[in-house]
């Protein structure tokens, strides 16, 4: 675990003295482990549980997935600036007020379905089709906000408004962990493409330490905001002094690093992955592009079944019999477990492509193309969440976000009078 922390470390000091390094992949990932991973890590293996199975393969495959994050960005290998037709600012707004309608629209009725389904932990039917396209308020956010910052008229500041009233709600009343780093990276790269805005690493920590402070106790959270709305028919935010004072946080911190429930799953699984040798050769990343892209109800369940390329078994049954240990509701396999699942410790190179893409979009956003910088923008999120969640999650989302974002590029090459007007008003 030293050798982990070294690597962290230099990682993070390396990508801050750059004066873009904050909003670089591999410095946020040296932040998400600083905060995230390593804390638990420390937790397993010194505070509470002692010796678990699978922590030396679980050290091992984050320092290799660290690194392979590093040498994608800064390996050497030469990229283009190339292959983004030019932008001309004013056309991008009536595709920007297109999808914010379309993105309203879809997120309402997200909002119907979430109220109906309260009681439901696990989603089906029309639901998770209207939650897969809800998506599209990153792209629309991450546009409108770039858009504010370069050209601050009224219609653009309109559109933020209205994009932010879709985006924060999912984040900080329903208290999405991916919704709250996912905004908060894109107002980093929003600060530094649309302005030039550098925050000084001393001002963020405090940001920094109080959305780790989230992270570790949003499942108390979520619990109180249930009873909250039990109890008085109407959702709290994140901000609201009455949910805070229903939770304990620092017992609840302090119980989240002794269970580090995601840590330990992952641990469990390169263990079992290990012993069993039940690599799935990309079945991981097969399957949950099947799941997410297939829709069962238009093709038939059968038909979605059989695309899928490894059994429907539950692994976690076999880690439960083997090893005696149960994995909690809600939580995940981590980067790190699906990645191994898949192709034992060269799962690493999942991060290394991951980086790789981003780096080739952030050379482009560098030079002011304003499609990478949304596209980049909108990513940054997955890549993070592919860490904790699972390497699936950035690959999923790039191909629906990425074609979100070429249609709006399309779509920006026809001449829309009204609006080139409003916006060459000064």
Known sequence: MTILSICTFLVLLHGLSKPDGIIRLPTLVALLYAAWFIPQLYSMSILSVGSVPGMDLLILMATFSL?????????????????????????????????????VIINMVLYSYRESLSDVSQWSGPATIV????????????????????????????????????????????????????????????????????????LLLPALCAIAIVVYVVGPLRGESARIMEETGQRVSLFNPQLWARVDVSSEVEASLELSPDVM??????????????????????????????????????????LQLSSAINYYDDIRSLYGYARRNGTTATGFGSAYSDFWFLGCLYFFVMS?????????????????????????GPALIAFTHGHQRFFLSALFLVTTIMCLRYLSRFKYPIFRRTLSRK
Do not use: H
């Not at 037709?85 to 914010?100: G, R």
């Not at 601050?152 to 009233?165: A, G, H, Q, S, Y």
């Open 67 to 103: 690194m392979a994050s590093w040498f994608g960005w800064y390996g050497g290998f030469r990229q283009s600036a190339k292959g983004f037709s030019d932008f001309e600012f004013p056309k991008s707004v009536f595709p920007t007020v297109l999808l914010t309608l379309v993105s």
């Open 131 to 202: 939650a897969f396209f809800a998506q599209i308020r990153d792209v629309v956010l991450a546009l409108s906000l770039l858009l504010a910052f370069k050209c601050p008229k009224r219609i653009t500041i309109i559109l933020l408004l209205v994009n932010l009233c879709v985006s924060l709600p999912v984040a900080l009343t329903y208290l999405r962990r991916a919704d709250i780093i996912a905004i908060g990276a894109m107002l980093l790269c929003g600060a530094w493409f649309g302005k030039g805005i550098r925050l000084r690493f001393t």
């Open 265 to 306: 799953n992952a641990a469990y699984i390169l263990k079992y992955r290990t012993d069993t040798l039940s690599f799935q050769y990309g079945a991981v990343l097969w399957n949950a592009f099947v799941e997410l892209y297939i829709p069962g109800q238009l093709v038939g369940y059968e038909l979605k079944r059989s």
């Open 356 to 380: 790789y893409l981003m780096k080739s979009l952030f050379i482009r956003a560098s030079n002011a193309n304003i499609w990478a910088q949304t596209s980049y923008m909108v990513l940054l």
